[in-house]
């Protein structure tokens, strides 16, 4: 069984940030071991350990992940975000901050992410389409 090589030291490779909860891209720290690179998220700075797969491991992966959502669900969002856009145009939009409380239904201005929508909300986290992807974001810290 052959394994993947693993990602040049210094060089950033795309994969799942638990963190952000998406897939982004990572910068490679060190080789601890033969199958493990330390890695950073370019976006949260999270530290993670990556282990490489077999190729055949990889494959059943993709393989089961493509199987498991259709086309129409990878782009929901993207239809939702383009429906609430159209339907939105003159709502207030509402500056993104962490210690402020949002409802649903609002539209957000996020100074990296854009243009949101808040889907549904719940004590500290709320849930926004974006134009690209769905965010889960922290609020109503104090």
Same mark, same amino acid.
């Given at each position: 069984m052959t394994t993947m090589s693993l990602p040049p030291v210094a060089k950033s490779f795309y994969t799942h940030c *638990? =963190? #952000?909860e998406t897939d982004r891209y990572h910068t490679v720290l060190a080789h601890p071991t033969n199958t493990t690179a330390k890695i950073k998220c370019e976006? #949260?700075?999270k530290t993670s350990?990556? =282990?490489a797969q077999s %190729?055949?491991?990889a494959k059943k992966r993709a393989a089961t992940e493509a199987a498991g959502r259709s086309p129409r669900a990878r782009? %929901?969002? *993207?239809e939702q975000w383009n429906t609430l856009c159209g339907a939105d145009v003159k709502a207030e939009e509402h500056d993104y901050n962490l210690k402020k409380k949002f409802e649903a239904n609002t539209v957000l201005k996020h100074p990296k992410f854009g243009r949101g929508f808040i889907r549904s909300t719940q004590t500290d986290k709320i849930e926004v389409v974006f134009e690209d992807e769905v965010k889960m974001l922290m609020h109503n810290r104090s």
């Amino acid at each position: 069984m052959t394994t993947m090589s693993l990602p040049p030291v210094a060089k950033s490779f795309y994969t799942h940030c *638990k =963190k #952000c909860e998406t897939d982004r891209y990572h910068t490679v720290l060190a080789h601890p071991t033969n199958t493990t690179a330390k890695i950073k998220c370019e976006v #949260c700075a999270k530290t993670s350990t990556w =282990k490489a797969q077999s %190729s055949a491991a990889a494959k059943k992966r993709a393989a089961t992940e493509a199987a498991g959502r259709s086309p129409r669900a990878r782009n %929901s969002h *993207k239809e939702q975000w383009n429906t609430l856009c159209g339907a939105d145009v003159k709502a207030e939009e509402h500056d993104y901050n962490l210690k402020k409380k949002f409802e649903a239904n609002t539209v957000l201005k996020h100074p990296k992410f854009g243009r949101g929508f808040i889907r549904s909300t719940q004590t500290d986290k709320i849930e926004v389409v974006f134009e690209d992807e769905v965010k889960m974001l922290m609020h109503n810290r104090s």
